[in-house]
């Protein structure tokens, strides 16, 4: 549902992932969707979003829209008694958010944010090791997400009817990060410079816990950074190369000081890497399972709880917040 930049690399990725089928492509203009078909051929052509959701021969639909539309096209989808996998962030705030999963669960139907990290054994591999107690407790995290978008820039990035500005669109990453691996922060703090919109173009936010761990993540549309995680525990740490978020054939492991480096390595497979999660959706369906075991509701729940405290604090307020 949506034919922009990231339904054609999931599109693209379907290719590698088994049980998944591209029947049907939905878009706002028929020509638009012609095109999609062209590059990936489908059965069914939709020239509107209501098409493509009472279609009859579709299972789940890939809701692939600004973030502004998550909530209005997943209710759209699930009130044609469809499955959705739903881009990320799921919804504006955690009001939408927990009217969808209100909904699926009504209707038994499966819903899960595509939240693809979670599914990407780089990812999986450091959660095994840092559960197994291979950098000992977490000290710290150290997250970052930064790059400067290229001509033309895409309008979603700064309008603030789209949910623009860093903190949804990849701060919310490092906030996955931090989540995964430390929970839920006991006390947040966060600033945010804007950008000619009023929505943030870069976003500093620090994680307190109980404990004295602390995380600090930073998101930016004003330069290209590393972006890079770094889990720093007292026995070691581990740090996810640039660029965190995606596949990656390695990870660093530092049982030591910092000449103590191991890389630990992955057979990387083709594609982009969409079709992890992929698969897990085509898993879940053919289970009869209405929730994933691996990125849940009350994940989606609590990120997007979490998203709506930094936004509070640093005062990042969509049109959404004003609707009870
Ligand atoms: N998981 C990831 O790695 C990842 C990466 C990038 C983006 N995303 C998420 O995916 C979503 C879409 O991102 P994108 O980069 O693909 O955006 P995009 O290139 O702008 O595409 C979004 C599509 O949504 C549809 N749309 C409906 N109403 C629209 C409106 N008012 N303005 C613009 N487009 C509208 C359009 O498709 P039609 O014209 O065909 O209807 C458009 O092509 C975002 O929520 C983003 O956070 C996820």
């Not at 502004?68 to 996998?85: P, Q, R, S």
């Not at 950098?135 to 309008?155: E, H, Q, Y």
């Not at 006991?186 to 976003?203: K, L, R, S």
Request: net charge neutral; aromatic share 10%.
């Amino acid at each position: 549902m949506g034919c922009g930049r990231i339904a054609r690399k999931f599109a693209a990725d379907l290719h590698y992932a088994a049980d998944n089928e591209l029947v049907a492509v939905g878009s706002r203009s028929r020509e638009k969707a012609m095109a999609f078909a062209a590059d990936f051929p489908v059965a069914h052509i939709h020239d509107s979003y209501e098409a493509l959701a009472e279609n009859k021969k579709v299972d789940v639909i890939y809701v692939a829209t600004p973030h502004n539309l998550h909530f209005e096209n997943t209710l759209l989808c699930l009130n044609n008694n469809k499955a959705v996998l739903c881009e990320k962030p799921f919804a504006m705030n955690l009001a939408e958010a927990a009217m969808m999963i209100k909904v699926a669960r009504e209707k038994r139907l499966f819903l899960m944010e595509a939240l693809w990290t979670k599914f990407l054994p780089h990812f999986i591999k450091t959660k095994e090791m840092v559960t197994s107690g291979e950098i000992g407790t977490i000290k710290s995290m150290l997250v970052n997400f930064g790059f400067r978008p290229m001509a033309p820039v895409p309008k979603r990035l700064f309008d603030p009817a789209l949910g623009g500005g860093t903190i949804m669109d990849i701060g919310i990453y490092n906030i996955f990060m931090a989540l995964s691996f430390l929970g839920k922060p006991d006390a947040i703090d966060a600033v945010m410079t804007p950008a000619d919109t009023g929505v943030d173009e870069q976003c500093a936010v620090l994680f307190r816990y109980a404990n004295g761990s602390l995380a600090q993540l930073f998101s930016t549309f004003s330069s290209d950074l590393a972006t890079e995680a770094d889990i720093c525990g007292d026995k070691g740490r581990i740090r996810l190369t640039s660029r965190f978020y995606e596949p990656s054939a390695s990870i660093e492991f530092y049982a030591g000081k910092m000449d103590s480096k191991k890389e630990v390595s992955f057979d990387k497979e083709a594609g982009v890497g969409y079709q992890y999660e992929a698969r897990h959706v085509a898993e879940c369906l053919k289970k009869g399972w209405t929730e994933s075991p691996v990125m849940t509701h009350e994940d989606s729940l609590l990120l997007i709880e979490t998203l709506d405290k930094v936004r509070k604090i640093a005062g990042i307020k969509y049109a959404q917040d004003d609707k009870g």
